[in-house]
């Protein structure tokens, strides 16, 4: 747990002219999965779409395998090997399960392209038995399998998910969390958000919480389980105040 | 302040004939005010309501044809056919609204867009009424109370009442309680349903009204240029009514008048030949749109309103 | 008390999925009742079908005794509710003054006519809605902008003046769908101290809202929803001390074991 | 009335010819809306660039239809390239309003150029197949309306091969069906939305090319023809290939059914009374929409 995999040097993101994640830093760890918690409008999501690059970067650094790259465009960040899983079903719905994954290709040189969705198939099985099946016709759980497969395609070593058990049955949900410790086996690096608090907490090694744009407390997930202030994370309103 | 400035202003454009006895500069002078209506009716539907509407050539060209059709061929007045104009175009608004406007603001445009150029091939084909490419030529001149407008200059009077008299509505309405509405729900249209008004009245409303005015002001037209051809639906007008509205910037209504004035004065001034006068009210709408989509009002209400940011903060 | 508002075997589902699977809840007059739930539990599918934002696919909403199933927003706004939107909604371009006379003007007896000829009607009632108009501003602090345009004004002061317009028109419910969201922490003690006293002054409240210490402060009623069902009702104190609303919050323990069976399989 | 069954045949061919024509266009413009969400006006006039290319290159490849074909298509494509990276790429997808009135203005300016460099006469369109053609019975067809509709025929196969099978063709769907998933695969927009406008441009290249020797070349026969297209992308929904396709073969038809036995008028209304009546009984268009879907 020793090797860095992403640096957040006090980046402050948003959108417009509304900085939502204010002076926001953070360390990530080869291999580890770590939770980002925190209540509504905390800027979970927003944190997630800045390392990714598709909102408004207003200063501090994003240093990734030793390269700053909050200047990059979304698609240059993912040849470097960010991956990110929007919040939401985010997929081609009116393509098959075929057709999305050769899109989740797009970057990857034709002659890969084969190897590469035999490689992930192959970790997903349930995908083959609908190969043909529009996205837009796959179960919700189905379908962030889906989302979480193409972006695996292009082998990122930093993965980014944003809620990807939102809306889903607690037997679904067990799914996706078994599937994400599954990735970070192979020793891709998970910074996820979950509404699934202790979910996520479970099968996380580090949790980062977030309150008001910036990072508020961190540690082992073991531990951050188990803080009272987590209850006050989405029970009360401000931590700060009922902390003190 | 405004209002006073507007008010000497017509008096000063009511006295051009007193002024001039050029035919050209009075002629000059009633396309000014023909057009500045014209461009305030489309500011309407779209400066105040935001709806985007190629619909008003077609108006303009059912107006003219319903007002000389009126006189020529129905043997009635100038006056009465003012009149058909106005309801003519503001049932056909309602006919060409109602639909579209249920769908979205997008289909509107297109829609409306398509309803322009059909009103343009009506009139060319539709022989039996329009007489074809030949037009109706000779358009009598108005008479009321046994007094001919038969000059350019008498014909000015009429102008100058008109374009008064449908500012001054235009304004009334824009100002009141229902322009504010029509803005309110350009801006947000949830919240306007929220607050328990229905937008669909509103809008089918100002397309009407924007419908029937332009249809007036291209009676008004017809009769000053005493012909009515199909070249009277040329896109040229659209891009004139535009131009304006855009240069002068939409949802300003003092932004639209003082352009209309402007601008139709301008190319008279400019005197290019007409290729070379289009290819330029292209470039104007073009690079307006890049550099100053919201119009010199926009403009200047931007400053304004940096300022206040400024002092408040 | 009687209940202004009651919702009853409200459901909706999209697609298959049920984003509410009948929910029935009451809103007694005067009060100010907490509608809160984790992300994804249905609270704002059921304000939007309430206030006739979205179409419901059954269950019955009564106002005041009056049956509105069903009906389009702008009817239920005219029958006395009226709400707020979670993303601020307000007209940027015009001035707080018209902002706040809009929401009033559907609510008066005067017609266009009576505009048109300036009747005392008209007056009457544009005086009015100007006396309450400004009786809202100074409640929510922002007497010195009120002939300003919206436009400038800060993201926690908007909320201020959607709460404001909502309350215009004397409606017998205000629906606020996350008043203090992403609302300064200073600001948020501003707006639970005017709320209170609107309440005081006898208007009645639903809110939805994530800050269940905001919900906890003020509210009499609290409904919890989860996965679009009614998960506990009660006073403040008894939703705090009640485990299960903190279950829904942190999400069950998914049974990783037997998944981690079911895949190897 | 009695129905002659050849003239009634004599009008459908004519009319399923007409109607690839319209097709090109209105494939066209669903495809740069499904891709950008906005309208190009000035998609007519790239129909008229393409018919003056056809009609200048014929002479100087001593009157040989495709090569004179090829050049116009390549001209038009090239045209396309050019407003998109000056005009277009700088909008955002939620500026519809603002495109309309950029290419309008673009419209204007490039009608009254060729006008005015020129001039408004009409041109007759001279090929290697002149006017013979083939005759089957009493019907009888020009070649030149036969390739035409065969080529457009081919391109709509071409077009649904790319955006099937193809990454490049792919990433313009993926685009229309969901802006967030196309970053989040990597695709970059504007070179996709530029690839979309180009290939649209290719599109009515051929349609000009093709219309050229059918009927007389002015700077205005894009004002016409677009407005139909623009009708079409509305029945068939906007953003929906297919159901242009299907939507601009009827209207091709109805027209010429229509325009055999009534009024020119009532030719010309058609369409519009469609359009009306479409958006009154099916406001989100005939055909399902959806992300620009293909087959």
């Known amino acids: 747990m020793t090797d860095l995999a992403l640096e957040l040097v006090s980046v402050t993101a948003g959108y417009g002219d509304n900085p939502i994640v204010r002076e926001f830093s953070a360390r990530l760890y080869a291999g580890t999965i770590t939770t980002l918690i925190g209540g509504n409008g905390a800027g979970k999501s927003t944190l997630l779409r800045a390392i990714f690059g598709t909102n408004r970067h207003f200063s501090g650094q994003i240093v990734f395998k030793g390269e700053t790259i909050e200047q990059l465009p979304p698609w240059e960040r993912l040849k470097r090997g960010v991956g990110f899983v929007p919040q939401g079903r985010c997929n081609f719905p009116a393509m098959t399960v075929e057709e999305n994954m050769k899109m989740g290709c797009y970057t990857l040189p034709a002659g890969r392209h084969v190897a590469a969705i035999e490689r ?19 179960s919700g759980g189905e379908q ?14 930093l993965l980014l998910l944003d809620e990807p058990s939102l809306g889903l049955s607690p037997k679904m949900q067990g799914d996706v969390f078994v599937t994400v410790q599954q990735v970070a086996r192979t020793g891709v690096t998970v910074l996820v958000v979950e509404q699934n608090v202790r979910g996520a907490l479970l099968i996380s090694d580090r949790a980062l919480v977030m309150e008001q744009g910036r990072l508020f407390m961190e540690g082992p997930a073991a531990e951050v389980r188990t803080d009272p202030r987590i209850r006050q994370a989405y029970l009360g309103g401000n931590i700060k105040q009922t902390a003190a | 302040m405004k209002l006073a400035a507007a008010l000497v202003a017509a008096l000063l454009f009511a006295a051009l004939p007193l002024l001039t006895t050029s035919n050209y500069i009075m002629g000059v002078g009633v396309s000014a005010l023909i057009f500045t209506v014209a461009a305030a009716a489309l500011n309407l539907i779209y400066g105040y309501t935001g709806l985007l509407s190629f619909a008003q050539l077609g108006f303009w060209g059912i107006g003219g044809y319903a007002t000389a059709l009126t006189v020529v061929t129905f043997g009635g007045t100038f006056w009465w056919g003012l009149v058909w104009a106005a309801l003519i175009n503001a049932a056909v608004a309602l006919v060409v609204g109602y639909p579209t406007l249920r769908t979205n603001r997008h289909a509107f445009v297109i829609v409306t867009l398509t309803f322009a150029l059909l009103a343009t091939l009506i009139a060319r084909d539709w022989v039996d009424l329009t007489r074809g490419a030949l037009g109706i030529p000779n358009l009598p001149p108005p008479v009321a109370f046994g007094y001919e407008f038969g000059t350019t200059g ?33 801006q947000n249209e949830p919240l306007v349903r929220a607050q328990g008004i229905s937008p669909m009245p509103y809008k089918l409303a100002s397309f009407a009204l924007s419908a029937a005015i332009t249809g007036a002001a291209g009676g008004v037209y017809s009769f000053h240029l005493g012909i009515i051809d199909p070249l009277f639906l040329d896109f040229y007008y659209m891009q004139t009514f535009l131009i304006i509205v855009i240069i002068g910037g939409a949802g300003s209504f003092w932004g639209v008048v003082v352009s209309g004035i402007a601008l139709s004065a301008l190319p008279e001034v400019l005197r290019f030949s007409a290729d070379f006068r289009m290819i330029i009210y292209g470039l104007i709408l073009v690079v307006a749109m890049f550099v100053m989509p919201s119009g010199v009002a926009g403009w200047l209400r931007e400053r304004r309103l940096a300022r206040l940011r400024k002092t408040l903060r | 008390m009687s209940a202004v508002l009651e919702v009853t075997g409200l459901r909706k589902a999209y ?36 206030s006739g934002f979205q179409r419901l696919d059954s269950g019955k909403v009564v106002l005041a005794g009056a049956d509105i199933t069903g009906r389009v927003a702008h009817h239920i706004a005219r029958a006395g509710l009226m709400r707020t939107f979670q993303t601020v909604r307000v007209y940027e371009r015009l001035s707080l003054s018209d902002n706040l006379a809009i929401a009033h003007q559907q609510f008066d007896a005067a017609t266009w006519v009576d ?36 436009g400038i004004l800060s993201y926690g002061q908007k909320k201020l003046v959607a709460l404001a317009a909502a309350l215009m028109p004397h409606p017998k419910v205000v629906v606020l769908d996350e008043p203090v969201a992403g609302v300064n922490p200073s600001r948020i003690r501003e707006i639970e101290e005017a709320l209170r006293q609107l309440n005081q002054a006898g208007e009645t409240f639903l809110i939805v809202e994530h800050n269940v210490e905001f919900i906890t402060n003020l509210c009499h009623q609290v409904v919890v929803l989860d996965q679009g069902l009614k998960l506990a009702e009660g006073t403040a104190a008894e939703i705090h001390s009640d485990s299960r609303v903190l279950e829904a919050y942190l999400g069950t323990t998914p049974e990783i074991a037997e998944a981690e069976m079911r895949t190897s399989a | 009335m009695t129905v002659d069954a050849v003239y009634l045949l004599q009008l459908t061919l004519n009319g399923i010819t007409l109607g690839l024509l319209y097709a090109l266009i209105a494939v066209g413009l669903s495809l740069i809306f499904g891709v950008m969400e906005i309208i190009n006006f000035a998609h007519g006039e790239l129909l008229m660039l393409g018919a003056f290319a056809m009609a200048f290159a014929l002479p100087v490849m001593g009157l040989l239809y495709w090569p004179a074909m090829a050049v116009a298509i390549l001209a038009t494509m090239l045209a396309g390239l050019a407003i998109y990276e000056v005009l277009l790429a700088p909008l955002k997808p939620d500026e519809f309003e603002r495109s309309i009135l950029i290419t309008l203005g673009l419209s204007i300016i490039i009608i009254h150029a060729m006008q005015y460099i020129f001039t408004a006469t009409p041109r007759l369109v001279d090929t290697q197949y002149g006017f013979e053609g083939i005759e089957i019975g009493s019907i009888r067809i020009t070649w030149t309306r036969v390739i035409g509709a065969g080529a457009a025929l081919v391109a709509f196969g071409g077009l649904y091969a790319v955006l099937r099978y193809t990454q490049f063709g792919r990433a313009m769907r993926a685009i229309a069906q969901n802006r967030e998933a196309a970053l989040m695969v990597g695709i970059r927009p504007r070179v996709v939305a530029r690839n979309a406008v180009v290939l649209a441009a290719g599109l009515c290249g051929l349609a000009g090319a093709a219309i050229s020797p059918i009927q007389l070349v002015t700077p205005y026969m894009g004002q016409f023809l677009i407005f139909k297209a623009f009708a079409l992308v509305i029945i068939g929904g906007l953003g929906n290939i297919p159901g242009a396709i299907v939507a601009a073969v009827a209207l091709g038809l109805v027209e010429n059914w229509i325009g055999g036995f009534f009024e020119i008028v009532w030719q010309e209304a058609a369409v519009f009374v469609i359009m009306i009546a479409v958006v009154f009984l099916r406001p989100d268009g005939l055909f399902k929409r959806g992300g620009m879907r293909v087959g």
């Open chain 1, 120 to 138: 992930v198939a192959n970790s997903f099985p349930m995908l083959r038995t609908k190969w043909r099946t529009d996205a837009g016709n796959l």
């Open chain 1, 144 to 157: 962030q399998i889906l989302e979480m497969a193409m972006v695996l395609l292009v082998e990122p070593t």
């Open chain 2, 154 to 186: 008498r014909f000015y009077w009429i102008a100058w009442g008109f374009s008064v008299a449908m500012l001054t509505f235009l304004y009334a309405l824009c100002t009141s309680r229902i322009g504010r509405t029509l803005v309110a729900i350009k």
């Open chain 3, 15 to 50: 697609a298959g999925v049920h984003a509410l699977d009948g929910v029935s809840f009451a809103v007694e007059a005067g009060s100010i009742t907490g509608l809160i739930g984790p992300n994804g539990s249905g609270k704002s599918t059921a304000i939007d079908c309430i």
């Open chain 3, 115 to 150: 505009e048109f000829l300036r009747t005392r009607r008209y007056r009457k009632a544009v005086e009015a809605s100007e006396a309450r108009a400004r009786r809202l501003v100074e409640l929510i602090g922002l007497q010195r902008y009120y002939e300003a345009e919206v």
